[in-house]
């Protein structure tokens, strides 16, 4: 019988040869650079600092393409949303303490929404390592402290020997499901000191499989067979896994209605027959779901979000698919089957019987009804023309990110995404300055389309210094700045908990002249010439700025 470590490939005498000679020059920087090429990275994402100048000098000697951000978190951002597009972990090299506890946050929001991200820091001479306090520039008592609680799995390196194996692991991690952000550290004089070892070739990181287990997936077909009011909430598991099209076989098999969730955009057609949309953030909605005797819950743990607020109390019986085993039943009693969505469903489609129910079309567009007659009720005719005119000027396979602003919150229920996989925001964490940096990855991961970056103006400070990014490296995107003078929903906010608003009015640049000093062409809009003026942009190559002076108000919340 032969096993699989039976299998190892004998090198050749070429091989052998080169691996006996490997080039004069080469450090510890050149093992990183050589193991993510290795492993089919082809981009990478960072910012150079005095400890990681062994990396970025080694990048001269490979053909991978650095992309440089001016700040460390915007240079996450980029990392998390190449991730999202590619579906590949992104590599983002940092440098010790400020430089990499500056990417945190931006590894807190690849986490959250599960985006594979391959943080490599730099770290204090080995001699400084385990928490003594010798005085070296940059050092923490224990700096992969501060990474644990974010990111998937921590390795750190000591050796050069180490080095492969360590990216190797931590590629694996960030790409089996669930996807996210890993972190490895390699100390200063690792990545400068001169190697000996051979050139690293192609390196096996296979991420593993997450299987259901057949005896759940068959009862949960059984369940959805027989159920008589079936319902379906899809998440943004659905659409990591590329299971939009089994989605829809599924509900097609059992006339389901089916509700996306706002991390789930796309993985359902906005205007088919059974679609409930994504207006999760409405009681109308809530109040359906809550009625369906069977829940299918796929690629959500049915957070705070995709549950009205935690106001959503299903009475039915609930199963969920879930790849993060942690969020499993975390918020409600369930069927709970641990797998990749695309498997489970695949499963639960092999068996599960045809159910008919000629009613569903018609009990969808009930809910839909109620939810626009809700809205014309609130005087809100301005958010909604300039969700229709985003809409309008947007193509159907440009991707789109939005960060922390109120036409954001207006997107995630009310903009039809049209595909899988090409609306984008930062509600996994909730942290500003994401649209901008993030669709600047993006524009690196595919550049065949333009690409929208949504903010509003205090999130769109957070992003200015990357106008000098998208302008070197002649990126594709976008930016539409929604001008309101401040923190919008925090102002609002604020004014209905409090009656009046603190903090949140800010003094801001003229964003056109901002733009156009980076060489970005600029335009200010309306909402009547938004259509058209965005539209120009995206067929415009390389970057522009569109800004848009809007105040924008949020519907009516109704989990209060």
């Known amino acids: 019988m032969t096993h699989d470590h039976d299998l190892v490939l004998r090198p050749t005498a070429a091989q052998i040869a080169a691996a006996l000679t490997p080039p004069p020059g080469r450090t510890g920087g050149d093992l990183v650079v050589e193991t993510l090429s290795g492993l089919g990275a082809t981009t990478v994402f960072g910012l150079p600092g005095q400890h990681a100048l062994g990396m970025f000098d080694a990048l001269r000697r490979s053909d991978l393409r650095y992309v440089g951000l001016r700040v460390e978190n915007n240079a996450g951002f980029a990392a998390d949303a190449y991730g999202r597009i590619t579906g590949e972990a992104a590599p983002l090299l940092l440098s010790t303490g400020p430089g990499a506890l500056m990417s945190l946050a931006a590894l807190q929001e690849a986490a959250a929404a599960s985006a594979p991200v391959l943080a490599i820091g730099s770290q204090v001479p080995t001699a400084g390592l385990g928490g003594g306090r010798h005085g070296y520039l940059h050092e923490l008592r224990d700096q992969q402290a501060s990474f644990r609680d974010v990111v998937k799995s921590v390795h750190t390196v000591r050796t050069h020997s180490q080095i492969p194996s360590a990216i190797a692991a931590a590629w694996k991690s960030a790409l089996t499901a669930p996807h996210g952000p890993v972190w490895v550290e390699i100390p200063q004089d690792v990545l400068l000191a001169g190697t000996t070892l051979p050139v690293v070739t192609a390196m096996d990181a296979t991420p ?220 996994g964490a909730g942290g500003l300055g994401y649209g901008f940096p993030a669709a600047l990855g993006a524009a690196a991961a595919d550049p065949t389309h333009p690409v929208l970056a949504v903010s509003g103006d205090g999130g769109a400070m957070y992003s200015i210094a990357e106008l000098a990014t998208a302008k070197q490296y002649g990126l594709d995107v976008t930016w539409l700045i929604v001008d309101d003078g401040g923190y919008g929903i925090l102002r609002e906010y604020m004014t209905d908990a409090f009656g009046e608003a603190t903090a949140t009015d800010l003094s801001r640049p003229d964003f056109v002249a901002l733009a156009e000093s980076f060489g970005v062409p600029a335009v200010l809009t309306t909402p009547d010439a938004l259509t058209e003026d965005l539209s120009r942009a995206l067929r415009t190559p390389g970057p522009s700025v569109v800004v848009l002076p809007a105040l924008l108000r949020m519907f009516e919340p109704t989990h209060l």
């Open 208 to 427: 593993d499989e997450v299987v259901p287990r057949p005896e759940l997936t068959a009862v949960a077909a059984h369940l959805l067979a027989n159920a008589e009011r079936p319902a379906i909430i899809a998440g943004g598991g659905v659409v990591r896994s590329d299971a939009s099209g089994k989605l829809l076989a599924l509900a097609e098999r059992i006339d389901a209605p089916v509700v996306t969730t706002f991390g789930g955009k796309g993985a359902f057609p906005w205007e088919h027959a059974l679609s409930l949309q994504s207006w999760l953030e409405d009681r109308h909605t809530t109040d359906f779901l809550e009625d369906a005797d069977v829940l299918l819950v796929v690629g959500s743990g049915l957070g705070e979000l995709s549950s009205n607020y935690h106001t959503f109390a299903p009475r039915g019986r609930m199963i969920q698919i879930e790849a993060d085993a942690g969020k499993l039943e975390s918020n409600h009693p369930a069927l709970g089957i641990h797998a990749d969505a695309r498997l489970a469903l695949q499963a639960i489609l092999e068996t599960v019987d045809v159910r008919r129910d000629a009613g569903a079309p018609e009990r969808v567009r009930a809910v839909l009804d109620k939810v626009r007659e809700r809205l014309a009720a609130q005087d809100l005719g301005l958010e909604q023309r300039v969700v229709a005119a985003v809409r309008a000027a947007l193509p159907d396979r440009a991707p789109s990110f939005w960060d922390m602003t109120i036409l954001a919150y207006w997107a995630w229920s009310a903009f039809d995404a049209r595909r899988p996989n090409t609306m984008h925001s930062a509600q």
